[in-house]
């Protein structure tokens, strides 16, 4: 199973951007997909989820500016980042869990993709 991340990129505060992240050589439909992200100098957190049956779960945080969701028929899961900021600033990775692994060790992971946010 592989994992492509893309979409980062430079944007300015306030703007949007959306990441991809499509799966590929799995069952897209087994895996619950999650949304981590790494600022320099800190832990990596844990943005959110979705399962396949479409129940979301998302940081505190991330609420209300953040949503993920996927489509099954490209498997691919999206997050959509609005009104960002420079906290934002990170590598954004990709993860899918099966059904008998848990967030702390999921079964796969993306390579990344750097969002940069300039105030």
């Known amino acids: 199973v592989q994992l492509q991340a893309s979409g980062g990129g430079l944007v300015q505060a306030g703007d949007s951007l959306r990441l991809s992240c499509v799966v590929s050589?799995?069952?897209?439909?087994?895996?619950?997909m999650g949304w981590f992200r790494q600022a320099p100098g800190k832990e990596r957190e844990f943005v959110g989820y979705?399962?396949?049956?479409?129940?979301?779960w998302y940081q505190e945080s991330m609420k209300g500016r953040f949503t993920i969701s996927r489509d099954d028929a490209k498997t691919t899961v999206y997050l959509q980042m609005n009104r960002l900021t420079p906290r934002d600033t990170a590598i954004y990775y990709c993860?899918?869990?099966?059904?008998?692994?848990?967030?702390?060790?999921?079964?796969?992971w993306g390579q990344g993709t750097q969002v940069t946010v300039s105030s």
């Open positions: 993860a899918a869990k099966g059904p008998d692994s848990n967030w702390s060790n999921p079964d796969y």
């Open positions: 050589g799995g069952t897209f439909g087994h895996y619950t």
């Open positions: 979705i399962n396949s049956g479409g129940l979301i």
